[in-house]
Every structure is written in structure tokens, then in C-alpha cells.
């Protein structure tokens, strides 16, 4: 699919092998997502655009180039986002933050909104929502309606793990979101957990397995 991007890159490869083992702690479990999540934002903000403005250096005056406009904002959907906001703010640190509560109903599977707090002026922002797993893509797309109705009007969506369900579901619903994820995996199975996937990533951040 055309707003697709998985995020090659020989550091995430070996950072996910070491997610997805069951034998990882809490501990380096949350750093690592949050090492990774900063490698896909570092790929997602790289055609942000950029305004010139003209500074001195230390040996004379010079044209550079810094991102236009308002500051983005992250919003991770909670509460595993939460573990990625913490990668990119490492390299983004000027983002304002949001916050999306969502959960699966376990019977329905259909998603239920219980909070959602934005920062202001969200129609003139890069939108980066975050959450560890694009499985059946029922959260995520409810996390960008409420975003639009918001007034967000740019939004990518970055996540560890996706899968083929997750992704078509999501791109059928919302084809303007862009979605960068470090790995597509199988399929999913018939809870709609990912295959062969990590677990549950709320449970492994917050050690509450």
C-alpha cells in the first residue's frame, strides 16, 4: 500500500528479535521500544518542511533551515503508546503532547473512548499517533477519528509491529494517514493478538503480566 512504510534499518531489526523474546525484562523491554520508536520517528519527520532563517555563527552570518510552523505533537494512544513518547521526544523534544484513551472491548472488540485531551491550534500541527501495535486497526481508527474531529488534518502513525488485517482496515478508513511500523508481520490470530508478534506490549511495558 502507497502510505506504508516499513522501516528498514539493521539496529531495529535486532532491537525487535530481542522484544519479541518472552525472556526480555520489563525493564528492557520499555527501553528498547522506546529506542525504536526514535529510529521510525526519525524516518517519519524526514520531509517535514523547513523554513530559512538566517543566523551567526561564531565566525559570521549564515542561512539555515528549521522546521515551519507549530510544533508538532505526539499523541500516544494509552496506555502502551505511553512507551514510545519517551524515544521521541529524545530527538523531538520542542513536541507538545496529547492524549488518546482507548480501550478493546474483549467481547465486541470494538474500541470505547474514555479520554482525550489535545493540545490547542491541532489543525496547524503534525499529528505523530503512537501505539506499539497495529493489530486489528479497530483502536487506531477509532484514535484517528477522534483526532479529525479534533481538527488534526496531518497525521502519521507510527507503530512497532503491524500486520496485513491492521493495515487494510486502517488504510481503508483513513488512506491520507501514512503509517511507518519497523516490522509487517504474518497475520493475526483468532483473539486478535499478532503473529508471531510480542505479547501483550501494554503488559511488558508497565509489568503488569
Not at 520517528?41 to 543566523?55: F, G, N, S
Not at 496529547?98 to 496547524?124: Q, S, W
Not at 478508513?173 to 493475526?188: F, K, Q
Request: with cysteine; proline share 5%.
Amino acid at each position: 500500500m502507497s502510505n506504508l512504510y516499513i522501516v528498514e534499518h539493521s539496529l531495529i531489526k535486532h532491537k525487535l528479535a530481542y522484544i519479541r523474546d518472552k525472556k526480555t525484562t520489563n525493564k528492557d523491554f520499555r527501553e528498547l521500544i522506546a529506542e525504536i520508536a526514535l529510529l521510525l520517528v526519525y524516518e517519519a519527520t524526514r520531509k517535514l518542511p523547513v523554513v530559512k532563517k538566517t543566523i551567526e555563527t561564531p565566525i559570521t552570518e549564515t542561512e539555515v533551515e528549521i522546521i515551519e510552523g507549530r510544533k508538532p505533537v505526539i499523541v500516544p494512544i494509552l496506555r502502551a503508546g505511553l512507551g514510545m513518547v519517551e524515544g521521541i521526544l529524545k530527538v523531538m523534544p520542542m513536541a507538545k503532547i496529547g492524549h488518546i484513551g482507548i480501550y478493546r472491548d474483549k467481547e465486541t472488540f470494538e474500541a470505547v473512548e474514555y479520554y482525550c485531551k489535545m493540545p490547542d491550534y491541532l489543525n496547524e500541527r503534525q499529528v505523530f499517533l503512537v501505539d506499539p501495535m497495529l493489530a486489528s486497526g479497530v483502536s487506531v481508527k477509532a484514535a484517528v477519528d477522534i483526532l479529525k474531529k479534533n481538527g488534526a488534518n496531518n497525521i502519521k502513525y507510527l507503530c512497532i509491529l503491524s500486520c496485513p488485517e491492521g493495515v487494510k482496515f486502517l488504510s481503508d478508513a483513513h488512506p491520507d494517514v501514512d503509517i511507518y511500523t519497523a516490522c509487517l508481520d504474518e497475520r493475526l490470530n483468532e483473539k486478535k493478538y499478532i503473529i508471531p508478534g510480542l505479547g501483550d506490549a501494554g503488559d511488558r511495558i508497565f509489568g503488569t503480566i
